[in-house]
Structure formats: structure tokens, C-alpha cells
């Protein structure tokens, strides 16, 4: 007698996995891989088979009703990853099966037309026990890491090898695919329809596609010949998932690429402090293009009193009597920070965040839950009628430049539309970390408005967000300004001499002595509740069932403590040994509802 282990799609509690008898007439069918139907708790659900054995220690099994896809819908090596991922992001099985590797259709392959033929997969090819994966991190431009993409491509399919390219945006889908041939070319990416993924999937599957492109979960296309791995702008945010399972891309493509002995390349002109400690230690190995030096101003603004330097100012000025296009970095879009009453400071602030709300227009904006409001006449507070914006904003920088430069064109790039509307039709942009996702033109000045303002955020990323954002805004412009009121900060030094290794030696040192990644594992437990008092009681049982296992920082309120009506706080664990993990891991995995675990967390904020 055979049985199946399958995985359920639905919630489990104390496992993932689950006997099944399997009916003699399903007999011949049945392989790892399989999607079928089987009871569950009363109902019939869907569920993968990951394994086959001949007896279970359960006497009465419950057998598989049907076979919904007669092709298994994950290989083996996928079925590997999933529980890799599991085990590693602290997740259910189900999760990491469904959620991710078996993309969700609206129809299944029972609704499939008539016409097409039964589906065929190529074998896998099985890895050579004495295969190691080689790793590359390529840390230049991306004019040259694209050449060396390219290289890398054009070996690889000479091989008839398939190829997997990730990406941080779509708009960059035409840089890649103009330079690669069109046949054999697939994509998966967020954009697509359920019913799109699915048939782009069963191509990928069935070894139609050569050259697959794609965002994040592109990573779990069912490559059955895959030989290279590509990742461009690793250090980009959206390669981490920002819903459970809470995986980050680079970590599983180094875990993919171990199970299939394929190369995995990696590309960045500002890598992650993590990343470039592993090429260091000789587990990538480092690429790097030196380029030329630019002529790059600290500008004391302490001395200054006003938003655009004195220094600043004759710059600019220089450059549009040559006709070169400026660009000032403002990181912070409306009028201003805040909107305040000045005699009695009241602020406003939204009514389910808590966070002041941005003045913009003729409204205010909370750019956490998306919400606005009309600003009120008078305060509600004193009911001063002489309510105004504070700080600097994008919209209240514009003013100050046309006041300076009535008949330059000012142009604010803070989306898409303003893009596309103004294109290259202006003399000095106004722009946020946004603008970065186009193609702008030759840049004769970068000037960076606000160079310390996100190093005040409480989180250890903040100098390195800070510095990866930056420099590549002065890498544009043939020459450079930054205006600071903290000129002595080594990640402004770093920057003033566009220098990753300055900056990164400093970083490390910093999070050597305060205990930070790579030196620890980071674990951030998140709990939300919508009373102040249940989120407290909560996090504060939770830490003393950690605290005399690891290292703890908490639990306090969160940045921002209230998020959509609710209350925020968070425990942060410092993980030194994997004997510590294994300790708490039961702890972690059967946290009540209410409760989020983000294993190496990107944000802390």
C-alpha cells in the first residue's frame, strides 16, 4: 500500500503535511507534484502531494477523491524550496506551496479548451553531487552590468539553458528586451490577469520559454532546465515580499541556485551592506567598475539661512546659462512636514494613524492609510485662525525657485504622469527618490536639498537607504551638491567622494558594535490590536516567553503606533546562533491571530 503526503490549502495549526490513502484506479497517476482534491474537516479542498511512502503510523487514512491536474504542478526541486522557505520565514508549508510556487487561476486544467493537447513537461535535470552553484555580484553602472548580463545570457542559452531575469520595475522590461532575442521570450509579473499567469506558466513548464522576465514571483517559475539566474538592483525594496510569507528574492534565488547548481548573478551600484559582506567573504564573487571622479560641494547648512544655499544658488545658476538641466532632490512631497497652528503648536494629524497629516494643494493628506481632509479654518485647539504648513515640502520648494527664477521651466517629477507630461521640456526638476524609475537626460547638476533628513528615522537602514538613494541622484549630474547640517556625518563624506567603500566600512563598524545584520539574524515581531492597552499586555507576555532565550529590543510602540485604527508594537530579536532559533521557534510559529513574524525585515519603521 502507498500513501500520499500532501499538503492542504488551508490553514493548519500543529502541521503542514497529512496521510492520504490513494484509491487503486488513481494508483498509476499519482507522483509528487500532483494538485488534488481530498477531504478536509468536513469539505473538499485542494491539496499537493509532496511525497510517496508505503505506511503511516495513522490507522485509518482518509483517501484523495480526485486528481485535478494530471501533471504535477510543482517539480521537486520547487516542492525543496517551499520547505526551505518554510522553515527559514517560519511559515506554514501551504503557504509558501500556494501562495507562491502554484500560481492562483481562474480556471483550472479541467476548463482548459478541447483543442489543446495533453500537457508534457521535461524531465528534471537532476544536480551532480559535486555541482556548486557560482555566485556573482556585479557592482557598477547598469550600462555596464547589462553588458555583462548579456555575456552571461548568450552562454547560457548556447547551452540550451534557460534563463530567469528579475526586475524592480516593469519599466525597465524595454532595456532588457530590446537587447535579447524576442523568440522563446515570456514574462511573469503583477501586472498580468490569474487566468495570463497561468497559461504564461504552463509555457514556462513546459519548456516553450527560454528567456523568462519577470518581477518578484517570477522566482518560482517552473524552470525544468534553468541555468542562470540574473537579479538587477538587488538592494531595491520591492524584492522583498511585504505580505507573508515575508520572503526576500536575493535569499531565495541563493537557495534555489544551491538546489540546482545554476549561476546566480546579482547587480547593484549601491549592493546591501549584507550582500557585499558576502562577496568579502568570498561567497559572491565581486565585479566592480571603478569610474570616473565628479565635483562634489558640501554645503554647512548651519551657516545658511535659507532652503537653497547661497553656494547652491550660484550653481544653478552657472548651469542654466550653459543650458544644462538641474535637478534639486527633495525627498518630501506637499507644502511642507506638518500642518500647525503657531501659537499654541497644535498639529494635525490623522485620525487613525496619529501621524501629522502633509499639507498639499488645498488638503491634507495622511500618506499611510491614503486619506485627506480640507484643512480646518481655525484651531481647534486656541482657535487661531493663523494656520499654516511647516517645513519644506516639493510644492513649497517650487515657489521658492520661481521666486528665484521666474523664467527657468520648474517642473516637479514626483510620478509618472508629471514625467511624461513635461518629459525633457524643462531647465530644473524638483525630485523625489520616484524619479529614479525613469530615463532621465544629461544632468549637468544634482543638488541634494536635504541630505540628513533620512537619517532621522529610527531604524539601522536609515544611513544606508540614505546613501543608496543619494548617490545615485549625484552619479546623474556631471557635478554635485550637498547641502547638509551635518557635515562631518561619514555616510555625507562618503558621499561627497561617491565612495561605496567608505561608506560601507563605516556601516559595518557600526553595526558590528551595536550588534546589527550581518552580524545577527534580525527577527521583528509586529502586533497589532485596536486597543492600546490589549496590544501592550500582548507583546509584553510575548517577550517574557522570549527574553531568557535571546536577545530582545522591546516590545515597544512602533514609528508610526496607530495604522488604520490600529495600535501598533513590536519586538525586535537578535538571533546569534541557530541554536537560539530552534529554541524559539515553537514560540514563534504558534502566535495568535493578530500577530506578524518578518524574518530579516527591511524596514523597521
Not at 427 to 434: F, H, L, M, N
Request: overall charge positive; glycine content about 4%; charged content about 25%.
Amino acid at each position: 500500500m502507498q500513501i500520499a503526503q500532501v499538503v492542504p490549502k488551508a490553514k493548519t495549526l500543529n502541521t503542514d503535511v497529512f496521510d492520504y490513502s490513494i484509491p487503486p484506479e488513481l494508483l498509476p497517476q499519482i507522483r509528487p507534484g500532483l494538485l488534488v482534491e481530498i477531504p478536509f474537516h468536513g469539505r473538499k479542498i485542494e491539496g499537493i502531494i509532496i511525497n510517496l511512502k508505503r505506511s503511516s503510523h495513522i490507522p485509518r487514512l482518509l483517501p484523495i477523491i480526485s486528481v485535478i491536474d494530471p501533471e504535477p504542478v510543482v517539480d521537486k526541486t520547487h516542492i525543496r524550496l517551499a520547505e526551505w522557505m518554510s522553515n527559514y520565514y517560519l511559515i506554514p508549508l501551504g503557504k509558501t506551496l500556494f501562495e507562491n510556487i502554484v500560481p492562483p487561476a481562474k480556471r483550472t486544467i479541467k476548463n482548459l479548451t478541447k483543442e489543446e493537447k495533453p500537457l508534457t513537461i521535461a524531465k528534471v535535470v537532476k544536480k551532480n553531487k559535486y555541482q556548486k552553484s557560482r555566485k556573482y555580484l556585479i557592482v557598477a553602472d547598469f550600462n555596464h552590468r547589462l553588458k555583462f548580463y548579456l555575456q552571461a545570457i548568450e552562454k547560457t542559452l548556447a547551452q540550451k539553458k534557460q534563463v530567469l531575469i528579475l526586475i524592480p520595475d516593469l519599466g525597465m522590461l524595454h532595456f532588457f528586451t530590446k537587447s535579447l532575442p524576442q523568440a522563446n521570450l515570456g514574462f511573469i509579473h503583477s501586472q498580468m490577469t490569474k487566468t495570463q499567469r497561468w497559461l504564461e506558466w504552463e509555457k514556462i513548464r513546459q519548456g516553450k520559454t527560454k528567456i523568462i522576465i519577470g518581477s518578484q514571483s517570477a522566482i518560482f517559475a517552473p524552470t525544468n532546465n534553468l541555468g542562470l539566474i540574473i537579479i538587477d538592483q538587488e538592494e531595491n525594496e520591492t524584492y522583498k515580499n511585504d505580505r507573508s510569507p515575508r520572503f526576500h528574492v536575493v535569499n531565495v534565488a541563493e537557495e534555489l541556485s544551491k538546489l540546482t547548481a545554476v549561476t546566480l548573478v546579482i547587480g547593484s551600484l549601491t549592493p546591501r551592506v549584507e550582500t557585499y559582506f558576502k562577496a568579502l567573504k568570498n561567497i559572491y564573487t565581486l565585479k566592480k567598475i571603478e569610474e570616473k571622479p565628479r565635483s562634489i560641494t558640501i554645503v554647512d547648512m548651519n551657516n545658511q539661512h535659507q532652503a537653497v544655499s547661497l553656494p547652491l544658488q550660484q550653481k544653478v545658476e552657472e548651469n542654466l546659462k550653459l543650458k544644462k538641466k538641474i535637478i534639486l532632490v527633495l525627498n518630501r512631497k506637499g507644502e511642507g512636514i506638518k500642518y500647525a497652528c503657531p501659537d499654541c503648536h497644535w498639529t494635525a494629524t490623522c485620525e487613525k494613524c496619529g501621524m501629522p497629516l502633509t499639507p498639499q494643494e488645498d488638503r491634507l493628506f495622511c500618506f499611510r492609510c491614503e486619506k485627506s481632509v480640507l484643512p480646518p479654518q481655525k484651531c481647534p485647539k486656541c482657535q487661531s485662525v493663523h494656520l499654516k504648513p511647516f517645513g519644506l515640502g516639493t510644492r513649497r520648494l517650487e515657489k521658492i525657485l520661481k521666486n528665484l527664477w521666474n523664467k527657468a521651466s520648474i517642473v516637479r517629477i514626483e510620478d509618472e504622469k508629471q514625467f511624461e507630461f513635461k518629459k525633457n521640456q524643462w531647465d530644473i526638476a524638483i525630485v523625489t527618490s520616484y524619479a529614479l524609475k525613469f530615463n532621465l537626460p544629461p544632468i549637468g547638476l544634482s543638488g541634494i536639498i536635504d541630505a540628513d533628513q533620512g537619517f532621522n528615522f529610527p531604524d539601522f537602514r536609515s544611513a544606508e537607504k540614505t546613501f543608496q538613494n543619494l548617490y545615485k541622484f549625484l552619479k546623474i549630474g556631471g557635478e554635485g551638491i550637498i547641502q547638509t547640517h551635518s557635515p562631518d556625518n561619514p555616510t555625507i563624506s562618503a558621499l561627497a567622494k561617491l565612495s561605496y567603500e567608505n561608506f560601507f566600512t563605516n556601516e559595518l563598524s557600526v553595526r558590528q558594535t551595536f550588534d546589527f545584520p550581518p552580524f545577527v539574524q534580525l527577527i521583528r515581531l509586529l502586533y497589532k490590536n485596536v486597543t492600546k492597552e490589549n496590544t501592550q499586555k500582548e507583546t509584553e507576555r510575548v517577550s517574557k516567553l522570549l527574553e531568557n532565550i535571546v536577545s530582545i529590543l522591546g516590545p515597544t510602540p512602533a514609528f508610526i503606533e496607530r495604522k488604520r485604527g490600529y495600535y501598533c508594537w513590536q519586538i525586535l530579536i537578535k538571533i546569534q546562533r541557530q541554536k537560539q532559533l530552534e529554541e524559539i521557534k515553537n514560540i514563534l510559529t504558534l502566535l495568535p491571530q493578530g500577530w506578524v513574524v518578518d524574518v530579516d525585515p527591511i524596514n523597521l519603521l
